[in-house]
């Protein structure tokens, strides 16, 4: 492209790399905490307990590498595919540094116990403020560049774009409503059942706008950009777009299963959620025959298969979720390791193999250059899907096993065991788990290698193209 | 409708318009429409509002993100309610802002922690989980002991959440350190619902003990007495946060004690007021009976009378 330069690629590549930097702390906190479930003297009151450091890994995961990706992929996307640089890059750039500002502070105050309980929400209000402020600026960027944008139509990316960010502005602003007491401190306008009602509506679709349509912005992008096959099925991507951005709303309450919550909201939330695996497939489907159009080719691209095992999770997710809502399974499972164990199948498995496949796409297109090593994307590829595997496994056997012996009663009716006998048992399991993490760290610090050689040799060739 | 998607492609403002309303649909139904009905405002009618001291203790609970491993609701499902208590009830959260009903259990539930401990154990087992149960891997919370509370915080967060106090309730505060704060809250988690026996069926007060005197019992009780009793009773029955077992004083009253109506205490336990013997118990003593089945009972009683007097 004749224009490239024109492109703001320094923000861009600004987000991705600061995305990367915060990634690296979430992901080492987190081996931090499993260590913490079997090994309680690696708690260090006050500042670094279990309980304090566990918010530090989600948040900083969900919004540093998460969010920090979400606003840099998305620039680089909408601005290609509006063939239009961004309206205002000047207020891109200032984005970027307001998200690492926010990012540091956020840490700071999730260490200092600073915490309104609720989960993806835990920030207080200061820095809800600012995380409104973010949103507030990446919306008004991306909607400005796609009005003045020089392609009429819209591609699909975009669509998952655009609900993104009207969905999290709805969901993060009602969720966060508080009244303030002082600067630290606030209490959710919501109570007891409502509020439940309320976080589980937002905690759902947290998941649903930020770790499932941003990212199918990515893959609808990147997969036929990395293998030369265009998508599929325009229309399944139509009514999947659709019947996706419905359903997802009306099943948060399938967290709520068997709690006081009014039992039709609960039935209603079951309901949607089964019915939410048919629009989750159609971008399976889709993926699995973009790439099955043309096999050999896709086969030829080192990122397909990052790309196909994503989607590929990304389907095994979105069944086993919906099993997971259905009452006879909630109630062995819920509240116990087994959910951790999903969770990071769609984090680990989906979110950040096709997240880190569109920075190897992203990288060497912006420094003009190829990536440095296809043999170490491999290897990050395959430590990362051992890794995930190991951790997810051994939380679903685990998981069942809590549920299982909380059940188990002697013959005379009475319970069988203690609850620290049932904590007891999941020792192998999360010292297993803490082992699948370390691999998947060294699958990560490979990829960062990759990724930081590919733009030394940019810089290297800019200078002696000069 | 592909035709329709073609017009709405190229008009990013209706586009993010109609995605909005898509999304509001769900919202409404689920969220905003039983928001504005009386069913998700309930309240018991003995549900009082958080004083002082146990609103400190909340605070505490959240900034330790406490609720990262402990639930606070019980769900009605037979052995939860064994090991638990009643189940939770719709009106007990209309003052929890905001709720804390958690989403994992690496540690039990807490929905009926109210009243099941005396302070003291409460005090002991936060400084240390491990004297207690060995495999525990419950953090240290040794710290909130040097910590004193900031009244005057506390008088704001009273007002954000407009609970009625007293200026008693806040002079009471002073010298008053975060665990004596905490503390207060784990006694007040969930005891507006009325309570029922963990376990309905115990021995009868006359019944006698089977195992009496037998020695393989004797060495039974002994590993459950380590396991389950030592904690509150001491190594050796001396005494502690509970009272003396080797002592002839049972329930406040000089005179031996039937097997049965011990059997009785160690199932149920001693909540306040419980009838027992013709005394009245002043609680402390948690029940086991979820957790012993009655043989394993009788094998510690038969423990409990071979240290008797020493």
Known sequence: MNDDYQYDNQTVKGFIVSSIFWGVAGILIGLWISVQLWKPEWNVPPFFTYGRLRVVHTNGLTFGLGVGAIFGISYYIVMRLAKTPLLFPKLARFHLYLFNIAIALAAVSLFAGMNQSLEYAELEWPLDIGVVILWVIFAVNIFGTIIRRKEEQMYISLWYIIATVVAVAILYIVNNLSVPSGL???????????????????????????????????????????????????????????????????????????????????????????????????????????????????????????????????????VQGPTQGLRVVSQLIHYTDWVPGHVHMGTMGWVTMTVAASIYYVIPKICKTDIYSIGIANTHFYLVLIGQLIFSITMWITGIQQGALSKAVNPD?????????????????????????VIFTIGMLFFIYNIYMTIRKGKALAVSNA | MAGLHEKLHTRPVTFAVLSAVVILIGTIVTMFYPMLTPQMHPKLENLKPYTPLQLAGRDIYQREGCNNCHTQTVRPLKTEVMRYGEYSKAGEFAYDRPFLWGSKRTG?????????????????HFEDPRAFFAESNMPSYGFLNKRKLDAGDVVSHMKALGFPYTSDEINALDGKTEMDAIVAYMQVIGIAAAKKPAIAEAARAEDKNPLSGKPEAVAEGKDLYAANCAVCHGSDGEGGIGPDLTDNVWLYKEGDMGDGALHNIIANGTQPGREIEGGKAKGGMPPFGAQMDKNKIWALIAYIRSIHGK
């Not at chain 1, 099925?233 to 419905?246: A, Q």
């Not at chain 1, 319970?415 to 699948?436: D, S």
């Open chain 1, 184 to 318: 630290f401190k606030s209490y959710s306008v919501f109570a007891g059942v409502n509020s439940a009602n309320v976080q589980w509506w937002y905690g759902h679709n947290a998941v649903g706008f930020v770790f499932t349509t941003p990212i199918l912005a990515m893959f609808y992008y990147f997969l036929p950009k990395s293998t030369g096959i265009p998508i599929f099925s325009h229309r399944l991507s139509i009514i999947s777009f659709w019947s996706l951005v419905f359903a997802y709303l009306w099943t948060g309450a399938h967290h709520l299963v068997y709690t006081p919550l009014p039992d039709w909201i609960q039935t209603l939330a079951i309901v949607f959620t089964v019915f939410l695996i048919a629009p989750s497939w159609g971008s399976v489907v889709n993926g699995f025959y973009t790439a099955g159009a043309d096999w050999p080719k896709a086969q030829a691209n080192y990122l397909t298969k990052f790309f196909i095992l994503g989607i590929t999770f990304y389907g095994l997710q979105t």
């Open chain 2, 108 to 124: 039990p539930d807490l929905a009926r922690i109210g009243g099941k401990y005396p302070d003291a154990w409460h005090s002991m």
């Open chain 1, 413 to 437: 009716g009475s319970l069988k065991y203690a609850m620290v006998e049932i904590i007891a048992k999941n020792y192998p399991y999360w010292q297993m788990r803490t082992l699948g993490g």
